[in-house]
C-alpha cells in the first residue's frame, strides 16, 4: 500500500520490495506521521534543541529509509536505523526527563522487528538501563517500577511476535521457491533470479552463464521403472549435481525433467561446467544398472539481452544437442551485439 502510494506521486520507481525494505518505507512513514508534529509543536513553544532532535530523528529515518529501498535494504542500514532512533529517544528523555518516557516503548517493539532478535535485546537492555537512570530522580518509585515491568513486556512481546513473523515467512518463502520433490529451487526463483542477473549484470558489466539441462528419454525411464523410481532419479539428479556447481551457482527445477544452473562468468567456463556433469552423469549409475545422460544448452548473457531472449538461446542450444543424437552439451550462438540491436530498432 504504501509502495503503491509512494509510485502514484512519483518518489520511487514502481518495482518489487523486499520485506525488508516495506518495514523500513513503514517506519520512515511512521516516524514522519508520529514524531513531525512533535517536533513542529516543540519549534512552536521555543524548544528549539528538543525540536531539532526530533527533526534529526524523522530526516535521519527518511534518508535511510530512501537509501534501504534503493539499494535493497542492506543490513547496515537497518542497524543504523536502529541505533538512530534509539538514540534519538534517549536523547529527548535526557533533554525532557519523565515526560518523554512513552516514546522507550515504539523504539523498543521496531528493535525487534529490524534487527537480529540478539541486537535487538541488547540495544533494549541498554536503553531501559539509560532511561531508568535518567528519570529515577524525577518519577516515584511505583512509577520508575512500572516503567520497568511494562517496558519488559512489550519487549518480550515484540520478541514473540516478530520471531513468528521471521518463523511464518521464511516457511512461506520456502514454499514459494522450492521445489518439494528435489529441494532445488523452483521455476518462479528461477524468474526472479534470471531478472535480477540482467539488471545487475548490465549495471555492474560482470559475465553470466545459463546451463538448461534436460534428461535423455526421461519417458522411458518412467515406462520402464515405474514413475516413483523416475521422481528418485529426479532427486539424486539433484543430489548429484549439488557438489559439482560452485557454492554462488544456484539450481532450478526449471520444469518435469529440465533443470537450470546459473554460473558467474563467461561462456567457456560454463561449457566446461556442462560437459564435466554431461561426462560424471554418463558415468555414474544413478539408477543401478542403468545408464541415464543429459543433453545440455549453454548461453551467456548478452549485452541488452532480455531474460528471455536469454532463455530462449539456451533453449536453442539445448534443441540442438537433442537433435543432433542426445548426450552431449551445445554452446549457443553468440547474441547480438549491442550496435546491431540498436540497428534493428532504427529499421
Ligand atoms: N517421475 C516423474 N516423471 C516426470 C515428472 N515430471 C515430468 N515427468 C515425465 O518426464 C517425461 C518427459 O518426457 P518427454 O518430454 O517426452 O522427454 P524425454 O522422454 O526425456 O525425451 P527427450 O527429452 O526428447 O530425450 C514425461 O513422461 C513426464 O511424465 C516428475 O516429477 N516425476
Redesign the pocket.
Known sequence: MIKKALSAIGIVPAKKLNPEQELLLIQAVLAVMAILPFAAWRFMQGQWLVGMVDLAIVVGMILLGAYGYLKGSPRLVTILLTLIYTAGMLTVVAMRGSEALFWAYPTAVACYFMVRTFEAASVSCFALVVVATLVADSVSPVVLSSFIVTYILVCLFAYLFSTKMREDRYRLEQKATIDP?TGANNRRALDDEIERIVSSVSRNHHSAALLLF?????????DQFG?????T??KEFVRFLRPTIRKNERLFRY???EFVVLVEGGLEEAGYLAEQVRSLLEDSQLIPGHTVTV?IGVAELGMLESSREWMKRADDALYRA?RSG?NRVCLAEASKSWESQVLDAVE
Not at 514413475?227 to 521422481?231: E, N, Q
Open positions: 520433490l534436460d534428461i535423455d528419454h526421461f519417458k522411458q525411464i518412467n514413475h516413483a523410481v523416475g521422481d532419479f529426479l520444469g518435469g525433467e543433453s537433442k542426445r
